[in-house]
């Protein structure tokens, strides 16, 4: 391969490698989610892709969960660790979901492949989607497993098709350990599809401009960016900065679970340490290693650096510690179900501890995890079984200048979409009454948090199972400059009758047909002493319903006229 100083390439033929690897990219994205069998991918995108080069720095990529897009590299590094380099052959392609090497958990499943040109490896093209099901002991995602072996089928490194030939024992086995073996076998193709698009692109890239020119222009793509990270990290100065924070409890046990920051800079260089965090969790909120540093790498770009690209050169001047057994670093047998929660809250604390640092560009934190709810049964309508299954967006905090975002899904997802209601009632047996948002949610400041969701659910099957996870109860969105907290989180199964029963975390609690769940999301921090607000965007909020009279005259000091 060429060294940095072999090749020397123009810029305009820099730009138009740099564009056709992510459009390529896009392509692979397009792929995937319009081949995809369940609304997991198609409605809400829970997917991410990338282009590596042949030493697994990403070459391109295109939008998706951000919590995905910072590690697809590590599972080529693991396959190469486990086989060696030469286990990579033309036509072959890999599946992978192990907790431990992926960082996620069992329901995203990696598909990679690698990339060759004239018997040269130039690189790989990966996906990541979450499959519906996959065998947990409980329907979708178990909130109170203990161990990851209740968690569904794991797999190492393993060859889905080889030499361009399926292995149908492979296909057997990983359609075989789930629920929902017929859209698995779709999904599963789907993204077969999505790695074949993404090698076929990248050759022809590769053949078009000779690969010592592509190498060339990567090199000067990912120059480019690390010159620009470290220059926006050397406007910050030196110093140690920490904070800290807990999600509830871990689903199991109900202590709160405690998450630990510190953000050291020093020059051009920016360190975040996570290992004060708690040891690893007796419930399924522990994570890989992997995966924590790819939460600490999208709180760098969320935070330092948002309109640089990413690529092979966007983390350089950026190092991640986390400790072996602890919450963010998780070894076997620790459930790894719910990993993204201790995340989520890692990356608002990033944004904290740094608030002084960057004052116009942090914001209060966020409504923190995905709200997750989940409602098991069989559609009376046509006999089949169904799993609806979907994270529900909230608030996000307000920043200088700006009101936080109003229904947005949270930090870790990205580009992901809530279900439409009509998908979910053409599908599932439910009837939605209500979905809109959910009046004084967000937190009171100069700039107030944006608001959570309400959203109602009417079960049209005579038995179903509810599980639910529902987060930052305890500690619910805080403020920032005398910004005031968002609202927490709720959820109500048949709120005001004799049976309501309130609960934010279950597994499998039966309901039946006329039930009505109500979830309701909190709302993001506030930014700045809520006197200071406005009185024009006092009442706008009135008008448009996001702010009630009462709760702007007891916030605000605004008195309705």
Known sequence: MATKSENRIDPITTEVVRSLLNAAADEMNVT??????????????????????????????SSGL???????????????????????????????????????????????GPVFVQDQLVGFATCRAHWLDVGAKDAGSPTDSTDVFQEGLRLGPTKVIEGSVERPDMVDVLTRNGRFSYPAHGDLYAQIACVRNGQARLEEIVRRFGKETVEAARDEIFNQTERMERAAVKALPDGIFQAEGCIDNDGVNKNPVWVRVKVVIDGDRMRID????????????????PQAVSAARVAYKLLISPELPVDGGAFRPLTVDVRPGSLLAAEEPAPCEWYFTPLGLLIDLVVTALADV?????????????????????DPRSGEP?????????????WRGHDGQDALINNVNGALKDVPIEVEEARYAVYVHRYGIRQDSGGPGQWRGGTGVERVYELETDKAKLTLWFERAETPAWG??????????EVIVNEGTTHERRMLKVSGYPIQRGDIVTTRTGGGGGYGNPRDRNPEAVRTDIADGYVSKAHAQESYGYHAH
Not at 80 to 101: M, R, V
Not at 358 to 378: F, N
Not at 386 to 398: D, Q
Request: hydrophobic share 40%.
């Open 274 to 289: 996570l290992t004060d965090t708690d040891d690893m969790a007796g419930g399924p909120v522990n994570c890989g290693a």
């Open 480 to 489: 920032l400059f005398g910004g005031q907290s968002g609202m927490a989180p």
């Open 386 to 398: 169904f799993l609806l299954y979907e994270p529900t967006v909230g608030g996000w905090g307000g």
């Open 358 to 378: 960057v004052p116009d560009r942090a914001a209060g934190a966020h409504y923190g995890d995905s709200m997750v709810i989940g409602i098991e049964g069989v």
């Open 66 to 112: 951000p919590i995905f897009l910072g590690n697809l590299e590590e599972v080529v590094d693991v396959t190469e660790n486990f086989y060696g380099k030469d286990c990579w052959k033309p036509g072959d392609i890999w599946i992978l979901n192990d907790p431990y090497l992926a960082g996620t958990h069992l329901h995203d499943m990696s598909v990679y």
């Open 32 to 61: 995937l989610i319009r081949s995809a069998y369940t609304p997991v991918i198609y409605e809400m995108k829970d997917c991410a892709v990338a282009i590596l080069d042949a030493d697994h720095r990403v070459f391109g990529q």
